[in-house]
Every structure is written in C-alpha cells, then in structure tokens.
C-alpha cells in the first residue's frame, strides 16, 4: 500500500482468470462481506486525516457505488505447462529446416506469450530459461531434441579431440571450430544450455554440466525403447557420456521410471513435464502408470505442484492412502482410477 504496482488479469475464455503482478500470481475468487463496501472519490484515510490537523470539519461525500463482494487474492504456482506446449508446436530443427521456412503462425514473442501464459513476466522469463528456450529472429524457440542433441556432441566431441578440461571451455575455440557447422549463436545457445559461463583473464569459458549432459545422453537412450533393461542400459549409457563423466541413476529423477520388482530390473521414459498440471489429474495419470508407489518413487514426479509452503508429504496426505508393503510403506489412489 503506497506504491504503485502494476497488476495485469491474465487467461483465456476457457481458462480461470489469475491476477499477475511483475513477479507473482494470484487465483481470484468471489468472497462476500457483511459490510457493505462504499466507493467514494476522492475518500481520505483516517491517517491522511490526522495529518491534515486544518481539515476538522465535517466532510460531505458523494457516494459513486457500493458493493458487498470482493476478490479474494490467494498466491498460486504459475501455471507453466503450456509455455512448453505452445513453443513445442514448431521446436527449431535448425537453419536449414523446411519447416522454419514456413509461416510463423506457431511462433510466439514476448508479448504473445504474456497474453497466453497464466503467469507473471519474471515467472515467464525465469520458465523460458528452465526450459532453454531461445530467441531466434524475435520469436522464443524450443530446439527440436534431435539437433539438440547434434549441437551437444559438436561439443563434446571438440572438448574430447582438444583435451580440454569439462571446467574451463573456450568460447572463442568453440565458435571458431564449429562455426562452419552451424550457426554460432546455437553453439553458443547449447554452452549456455549445458554449462555455467565465467570469464578468466578476459576470455570467457564454460564449465559443463556433468548431471545435465549425462541426463540429456540417457533422454536420447530411453526414447528409443518402451523399456529398457536397467542394467544393460547403465553400460550403454556409461559408455555414450563424454569421457570423465560419470552416470549415477540419480541424474535421472523427473525424466525415467525404475521398476525394480520386474525381473530383470527395467527403466523407462516418464518425463514429468509430459504430466498434467493440475493436482488431482496428475496424481490420477501417477496411479494409472503404477498402482503403488513409494514416496522416494513418486516426489520427483509431484515436487513441482507444491504450493509456497508446502510439502510432498501434504500432498501425500491429500491425494493417496498409504499403507505398508513388505515393511516398506506405499502410496496407492484414495479414488478408483478408470
């Protein structure tokens, strides 16, 4: 109160409206009041009031309206999912795609995307970065997975050829080397995608995300299998990282599934920003993939939808019955699930 703060009511027709401040976003809801609410112009604060000792005088005002209802404003997770949905109908295949000769009815700006997206701008520019979007002739793009994954072995097979260390990778090398092979703003894009940029002496390097690019290597892996058999696929993918990098099933939470009951032990794609949004359809799609789950098992796939404040284990308690296997405990649907 005292300052002004730009407030903006962002969502479509077929969407519940949110009101979005520079940095925050709201759910609206319709609360009544028993006191009946007076719209007066001009209406001074009894503090504005006090400051003014001169003005004891009785004021007379005119009332413009009334009211016995408001909005409530309730803090809510930005509703994120569709910014990769709407960037995924036309993901960059590179310069020389047929496709990004076409028309840009499927390309999104700035602007187009504040007056789509049910989020606040630094929610949306913070997501646009999670999700290593670029700008490409104006319009945000996603990079199709496939040339993704050709930018990051350009990469990876320079670093190995040069001996480079994965902690200090020059710019400047990196451009001059691949830039016949493709543009040097998406060799730059995948540096920054896939590494952390610093200067050293005036020149600017890059040190690798080892989780990030052993993520990405497994990714492009279980894409190409229903189910893969876990220990099989640990070689595989140990031997298909960059050398000095090690694999650790960990890099993998939120991206693939292990099932260690089945015999022998398996893995699969389930990338959690392929799930729903909303709580309960979310929490209904988990049940449907597996009847059972542990808390370790399911957090990765439920991490995202907490609230400020909140915990896994409160959405646990809301959205399954838990009970113990084999003195392990599980989480099951507390609704039967079609």
Not at 84 to 92: A, F, I, Q, V
Not at 98 to 116: C, G, P
Not at 278 to 297: A, M, V, Y
Not at 326 to 335: A, E, F, W
């Amino acid at each position: 109160v005292g300052k002004l703060i730009n407030l903006v009511i962002r969502g479509e027709k077929d969407e519940q409206a949110v009101l979005c401040s520079k940095d925050k976003t709201y759910d609206m809801k319709i609360a009544d009041t028993s006191n009946m609410l007076l719209f007066i112009p001009g209406c001074k604060t009894p503090e504005q009031l006090n400051a003014d000792q001169a003005s004891c005088n009785i004021i007379h005002s005119q009332i413009a309206g009334f009211s016995n209802n408001y909005w409530e404003l309730r803090r809510c997770r930005p509703k994120l999912k569709k910014l990769r949905k709407l960037l995924m109908e036309d993901p960059y295949e590179g310069p020389d795609s047929q496709n990004d000769q076409t028309l840009t009815i499927s390309k999104y700006t700035t602007e187009d995307l504040l007056s789509l997206i049910q989020a606040s701008e630094e929610e949306i520019m913070h997501q646009l970065q999670v999700i290593d979007a670029c700008k490409i002739g104006g319009y945000w793009r996603i990079l199709e997975f496939d040339y993704e994954m050709k930018l990051l072995n350009h990469v990876t097979q320079l670093i190995d050829s040069e001996s480079w260390s994965l902690s200090k990778v020059p710019l400047r090398t990196c451009l001059e080397e691949l830039g016949s092979l493709e543009p040097t703003e998406m060799i730059e894009h995948i540096l920054l995608s896939y590494g952390r940029k610093y200067i050293d002496d005036g020149e600017v390097y890059f040190e690798m995300h080892e989780d990030k690019i052993c993520r990405a290597i497994a990714q492009m892996l279980l894409q190409n299998a229903v189910k893969f058999n876990l220990s099989e696929f640990q070689e595989v993918w140990q031997q298909s990282v960059p050398e000095g990098m090690t694999t650790r099933l960990d890099q993998l939470k939120g991206l693939a599934l292990l099932d260690r009951t089945s015999r022998p032990e398996t893995i699969s794609l389930l990338k959690v920003e392929d799930l729903p949004e909303d709580n309960q359809e979310r929490f209904n799609s988990l049940f449907s993939i597996r009847e059972k789950w542990t808390e370790e098992d399911i957090t990765p796939y439920i991490q995202d939808l907490c609230a400020e404040k909140q915990t896994v284990g409160v959405l646990l308690t809301k959205y399954a019955r838990s009970s113990m296997q084999n003195g392990v405990k599980v989480y099951n649907s507390r609704r039967p699930i079609s």
